[in-house]
C-alpha cells in the first residue's frame, strides 16, 4: 500500500502530517512510524502527526514521537498540523481542534500561525532548575554560554536519571536580554536535540516570568531553526491565554510505499 504525505517544518522542528480522515493508516504499529521517521531509511522527522475527523472541532491531532509511540501535545507540530489543514481548506483564518491535552484554538495569517496552548497552574522551582507541564513535560535550566553548552550530553543525563523511564524533555536556556532568551532541547522520543520544540519554549518563557527573569507577557524565543513568541497573561503564578506563535512551512509532498 502506497501512503501519501507532507512534510511541514516550523523554525526547523518538521513533522510528517498525513491525512488519515479515512482511517487507512495502521496507527498501532510502532515500527512503521519509526521506520517514517528515520532519516536514513524513511523520509525522516522529529515526529509524524495524523490528521482525523472529530465531531466537536475541525479536526482532531494524533501525534507520535520518532520514536513511534505516540506522545503528549507538540507545539510546533500543532502549529504544522493547523497550516496543513488551512491547506486542505478545512477553515479560513481560525479553527478549533483536538489533541491528547484538550481543546486548542489556532489562527493562520501568512504562515504564521498563532497557536492556544493549555493553562499552566503549576511551576515547581527546584533546586538549580524548574519543571511545568505546558502539553509535556519540561525541564528547564539557565545555564552559560549556550552556544558551546554539551545538550545533547547533559540533556540524555538529566531526562534518564531525574525523570526516569517517563523521561521529560529538557531545555537550557540562556537571558540575552529582559525580554529575549535563547533555547536549546533536548527531546525525549527524538532521544537528541532538535532544532526547535514549541511545548519547550512556551515552558521557557513561563519559567523565566516566574523567577522574574522577565517581567514582560511577550517574551521572544531564539532556537537553533529560528525565532518563536509565546505571550501569555498572568494571575497569581496561573498563567491563562498562552499563544505560540511562528512560521510553519510546507516543504514537500510524496508517496510511499509501506
Known amino acids: 500500500m502506497k501512503i501519501t504525505f507532507y512534510k511541514y517544518q516550523g523554525t526547523g522542528n518538521d513533522f510528517i502530517i498525513i491525512d488519515n480522515t479515512s482511517k487507512t493508516f495502521p496507527k498501532n504499529n510502532v515500527q512503521l512510524v519509526a521506520k517514517l521517521c528515520d532519516r536514513h531509511f524513511g523520509i525522516g522527522a522529529d515526529g509524524l502527526i495524523l490528521l482525523e475527523n472529530d465531531k466537536i472541532t475541525d479536526f482532531k491531532m494524533v501525534y507520535y514521537n520518532a520514536d513511534g509511540n505516540e506522545s503528549s501535545m507538540c507545539g510546533n507540530g500543532g502549529r504544522c498540523i493547523v497550516a496543513f489543514a488551512h491547506k486542505l481548506g478545512l477553515f479560513k483564518e481560525k479553527t478549533t481542534f483536538s489533541a491528547t491535552d484538550g481543546l486548542h484554538h489556532a489562527t493562520i495569517k501568512n504562515d504564521i500561525v498563532s497557536l492556544q496552548m493549555i493553562d499552566v497552574d503549576t511551576v515547581e522551582v527546584k533546586d538549580g532548575y524548574l519543571f511545568t507541564n505546558t502539553g509535556s513535560p519540561h525541564h528547564v535550566q539557565l545555564v552559560e554560554n549556550l552556544k558551546d553548552f554539551d545538550v545533547f550530553s547533559e540533556g540524555k543525563h538529566i531526562r534518564n536519571t531525574i525523570y526516569g523511564v517517563k523521561g521529560s524533555n529538557v531545555n537550557f536556556v540562556e537571558k540575552i536580554d529582559d ?71 510546507f516543504v514537500f509532498k510524496g508517496k510511499i510505499k509501506i
Open 179 to 249: 525580554t529575549t532568551f535563547r533555547v536549546r532541547t533536548y527531546e525525549r522520543g527524538v532521544e537528541n536535540e532538535t532544532l526547535a520544540c514549541g511545548t519547550g519554549v512556551t515552558a521557557v518563557a513561563i519559567a523565566m516570568h516566574t523567577i522574574g527573569e522577565t517581567n514582560s507577557n511577550l517574551v521572544k524565543l531564539l532556537v537553533e531553526g529560528g525565532e518563536l513568541t509565546v505571550s501569555f497573561t498572568e494571575e497569581n503564578k496561573q498563567y491563562k491565554r498562552i499563544f505560540l506563535q511562528g512560521k510553519a512551512t
